[in-house]
């Protein structure tokens, strides 16, 4: 969408700034809604009117951080709005509105939950007192999304279904809270991996915003749905959906536009298409889902060490109350922390993993569990939590894990071919008609086709897996530099591998070397 100049000074009052600028939010248009924001507070500020001021301070601040203009821009506009507020005499809505604000931002920019319970709930109360139900219930759903993210999920969905059946009846009469406290639920609704419930939403969600014209929040519900339709191996309709919003935001400055981004990247990383995948994440740089996903990417090329490192600054930098979050890289650090030979960590992991599944209690959540659980379990046991982890995979509607785990479990049941092969066509099919374009893992486990790697090219790759170069290789074995590249790029082809360590990390998980 083309941006206009950004608005002229002209003769316009504050309030005709203030209208401006929301025309263009909902029009998309960056430049001229932050103008025009920036206009209507000098404007209040010249005639006195603070209260006035700090209103557009508050819009500044959230519209500063949606418009990627930065968190600390964001907070010195709320700040801002605290001080103009703070020599009010009497509560105003702008008080509660400025709270309302707070707890978004903390949402969706700062990750910290605690803080926007206390903010939404500050905002609810705001909005009891003075009779504000657009206030009353967008704090409530803020509060619910929070609690969610705490880890305390029924509770947290009792709340948003109320204020989302509220703001569905006509309470809520501005249709941009409408359709905010809607998108919410299904947010949390994937954050939750909650597939059923999301997908009922978010057909609810888009009619809303269909009926109302209301485009920035259809995007975003699209892109929420297209997440859920990745998990539940919905891929082809979730890439046409992810390109038709990228395509419609190409010019778009909100977070939204690289929301649909980083799930593009998601599921080009679980098809394989890891150049493609990285690219789309260094678009987000230094989102938590982007770097998670650029550490996945390099596990999947071998690089366990550098992954398992960005597993441990995530979780040290990370508020220890947005546990859904958490429990996300906990999952991705117990996977680094064995491929990188860091078995204690990786127990840890595993554990506090469990303790928030147990507390949690989602399908989804209790499977990734079981996952992590396999990963660190004893040879003797590793069949049994695989399985486990397989079942209830399968149980939650992810066809894409369930399949990563008959991987593995094949992998494990080294007594019984037969059942091994079961769980590798099982895994196969489920993988080919998703579209993962990695089919050599898959022949790499297949008992018949362990055969694929000859004695001479496990001898050469138990060599490179301890660190030996070329040269190193061609002594050892006394062949030459030229015949140890032959045996190398045969390797590569065979694993369907694109490094040497990726080859040696696949081998071991496969029990080739």
């Not at 915003?209 to 979730?238: H, K, M, T």
Request: charged share 25%.
């Amino acid at each position: 969408m083309a941006t206009q100049e950004p608005v002229d000074e002209g003769e316009l009052d504050a309030a005709s700034f203030e209208r401006i600028a929301q025309d263009a939010w909902w029009r998309d248009d960056a430049v001229v809604c932050l103008s025009a924001r920036e206009r209507a507070y000098r404007s209040y500020r010249t005639s006195g009117d603070d209260r006035g001021a700090a209103r557009a301070a508050t819009a500044l601040g959230y519209d500063a951080a949606l418009f990627g203009e930065g968190l600390a821009v964001a907070q010195g506009w709320l700040s801002r709005a605290h001080e103009l507020l703070h020599e009010q005499d009497r509560l105003t809505p702008e008080h509660g509105w400025l709270q309302a604000r707070e707890a978004e931002l903390a949402l969706n920019v700062m990750h910290q939950p605690e803080r926007a319970f206390d903010a939404g709930t500050r905002a609810a109360e705001i909005g009891d007192e003075l009779g504000i139900a657009d206030l009353q219930f967008a704090g409530r759903a803020l509060v619910g999304l929070a609690v969610v993210r705490r880890g305390n999920v029924e509770d947290g969905l009792a709340r948003l279904n109320e204020s989302v059946a509220a703001a569905l009846a006509g309470d809520v009469a501005d249709p941009m809270w409408m359709g905010k406290i809607c998108c919410w639920l299904v947010a949390a609704c994937l954050e939750t991996q909650d597939l059923a419930r999301a997908v009922e939403w978010c057909a609810r969600v888009e009619r809303v915003c269909r009926e109302n014209d209301l485009l920035p929040l259809f995007d975003v519900c699209r892109i929420i749905y297209a997440s859920v339709q990745i998990e539940s191996g919905q891929w082809r309709e979730a890439e046409d959906e992810l390109i038709a919003a990228i395509d419609r935001m190409r010019a778009s400055r909100r977070g939204t536009r690289l929301g649909a981004v980083m799930a593009l990247g998601e599921l080009r990383r679980r098809e394989g298409r890891l150049e493609e995948a990285e690219g789309l994440f260094g678009q987000a740089e230094f989102d938590p889902r982007a770097i998670l996903g650029r550490a996945l990417i390099q596990l999947d090329r071998g690089h366990a060490g550098v992954a398992w490192d960005a597993m441990t600054s995530m979780l040290a930098a990370l508020d220890n109350t947005d546990t859904l979050v958490r429990a996300r890289i906990l999952r991705a650090a117990t996977r680094c922390a064995i491929a990188a030979g860091k078995r204690d960590q990786g127990v840890a992991a595993s554990l506090e993993l469990d303790a928030i599944a147990r507390r949690v209690g989602t399908p989804a959540l209790t499977a990734q569990a079981a996952e992590a659980a396999a990963f660190v379990a004893e040879p003797a046991a590793a069949a049994q939590a695989w399985l486990r982890a397989v079942t209830l995979f399968h149980e939650a509607g992810l066809p894409f894990d369930e399949a990563e785990a008959r991987l593995e479990l094949a992998s494990a049941l080294t007594d019984s071919p037969d059942e091994a092969r079961a769980h590798l066509r099982e895994a196969e099919r489920t993988l080919v008609a998703l579209g993962v374009v990695r089919p050599g893992r898959v022949a790499a486990l297949a008992p018949s086709g362990r055969d694929l790697i000859t004695p001479r090219e496990r001898e050469v790759l138990r060599l490179v897996a301890t660190g030996m170069t070329t040269g190193d290789v061609a002594s050892a074995l006394v062949i030459s530099e030229h015949t140890v590249h032959r045996h190398v790029a045969n390797i590569l082809a065979k694993l369907d591998a694109p490094t040497r360590a990726a080859a040696v990390s696949i081998a071991a998980r496969s029990g080739l070397i």
